[in-house]
């Protein structure tokens, strides 16, 4: 009777396993590139456009545009830095692009290449409607990309005309008045802004540089569907903040004030990118998981995919037919990374 019973037991288990639902998205390769990127960026009709940091002496260009899967500098005519030039009229060292919704694509250039400090009148924001090709460049001065900035990301909200970026090289955010081109740091040094102290391990190996971990301070960002709230975390840190918007936009707010508006969402781990789909979830790089999380609008953290291939999964971008877009960037294996640089997408 026993062995009946086992036997009935092991045959229920297979059959359950057999109907299991596989919901786990497969990942495609959209390109692949020799040299690194990290921002990646999707236009309504299917563009798309990368961004290569100068991190290094062979960056062969600022920004792409993928024509069958290969890199073609974008916008054509747009100048590539060196020290002799002019970095107000060129591209220092771009780290991140994206399309808004209303179709245009930002390119957020730190200026900062190498990490070895910010290049005079370098730091920029622009605008480069994919139409007209009329583009717009907002400049930050001194008080708000300081010498140690490196402005990491951005995200545009066309209603209330403002970009929010993250500041990874001092901690902070800016805000963007994309009328007047005035801008702000705010949460300068913030608890919520900055590295936490904890040890990152990726792929078994310690993330360390010169016997420490690196101190990455906010860095991912996203604007909720509903533009009420910009969502944040610290790369060196597994944990995710938000603020309202409203509360960002307010000029007359004291750091104090604007502080207490700062919310605590979740324990997200270790983090590169972050963005929103229409329906509130966020979706998050997991680097020591070589994978990609979600957070539910009730910020319950769930896995999305996990793949030995999405070595550092960097930035994302939302496409069409609800295709989800991110970049390997593999930054724990410095200049010898195992894999070319890609681009992959997934349907969650």
């Known amino acids: 009777m026993f062995a009946r019973n086992a036997c009935l037991l092991v045959l229920l288990v297979l059959l359950c396993a057999c109907g299991e639902k596989r919901d786990t998205p497969e990942l495609e390769i959209v390109a692949e590139s020799?040299?690194?990127?990290?921002?990646?960026?999707?236009?309504k009709n299917g563009r798309i456009f990368v961004n290569f940091p100068r991190w290094s002496d062979d960056v062969p260009m600022s920004v792409a545009e993928l024509v069958d899967g290969k890199p073609v500098a974008f916008p054509g005519g747009w100048d590539e830095w060196a020290p002799e030039k002019d970095a107000a009229k060129t591209h220092?060292?771009?780290?991140?692009?994206?399309?808004?919704?209303?179709?245009?694509?930002?390119?957020?250039?730190?200026?900062?290449?190498?990490?070895?400090?910010?290049?005079?009148?370098?730091?920029?924001?622009?605008?480069?409607?994919?139409?007209?090709?009329?583009?717009?460049?907002?400049?930050?001065?001194e008080k708000v990309a300081l010498?140690?900035?490196?402005?990491?990301?951005?995200?545009?909200?066309?209603?209330?005309?403002?970009?929010?970026?993250?500041?990874?090289g001092a901690g902070g955010l800016v805000v963007l008045d994309l009328?007047?081109?005035r801008s702000r740091r705010v949460l300068d040094g913030h608890a919520s802004t900055m590295a936490e102290p904890i040890d990152i391990t990726i792929e078994g190996k310690a993330?360390?540089?010169?016997?420490?971990?690196?101190?990455?301070?906010?860095?991912?960002?996203?604007?909720?569907?509903d533009r009420k709230?910009?969502?944040?975390?610290?790369?060196?840190g597994r944990t995710m903040y938000r603020v309202s918007t409203v509360a960002l936009r307010d000029a007359s707010l004291s750091a104090e004030a604007l502080a207490k508006q700062v919310e605590r969402v979740a324990e997200s781990g270790v983090s590169d990118g972050l963005i929103f789909d229409a329906h509130g979830n966020l979706y998050l790089s997991s680097l020591e998981e070589n994978a990609v999380n979600?957070?539910?609008?009730?910020?319950?953290?769930?896995?999305?995919?996990?793949?030995?291939r999405l070595s550092w999964p960097d930035s994302f971008a939302?496409?069409?037919?609800?295709?989800?877009?991110?970049?390997?960037?593999?930054?724990?294996?410095?200049?010898?990374?195992?894999?070319?640089?890609?681009?992959?997408?997934?349907k969650p």
């Open 207 to 225: 993330w360390k540089r010169g016997g420490k971990t690196p101190q990455v301070h906010a860095d991912g960002i996203g604007l909720s569907p």
């Open 34 to 43: 020799g040299h690194r990127w990290t921002g990646v960026a999707v236009a």
């Open 294 to 308: 979600r957070l539910t609008p009730s910020h319950e953290r769930a896995l999305v995919v996990k793949d030995e």
């Open 179 to 181: 009328e007047s081109g």
């Open 92 to 141: 220092v060292c771009v780290q991140s692009v994206t399309v808004d919704d209303e179709g245009a694509l930002w390119i957020l250039d730190p200026a900062n290449p190498k990490f070895a400090g910010v290049i005079k009148r370098g730091p920029k924001l622009s605008r480069h409607d994919l139409k007209s090709k009329i583009a717009r460049i907002y400049r930050f001065d």
């Open 318 to 346: 939302l496409g069409r037919d609800g295709w989800i877009y991110v970049t390997t960037a593999q930054i724990h294996q410095g200049d010898t990374p195992r894999d070319p640089f890609r681009v992959w997408r997934f």
């Open 229 to 236: 709230w910009v969502y944040y975390q610290a790369l060196t």
């Open 147 to 168: 010498p140690n900035s490196y402005l990491n990301d951005v995200r545009v909200d066309t209603k209330t005309k403002t970009a929010y970026m993250t500041d990874s």
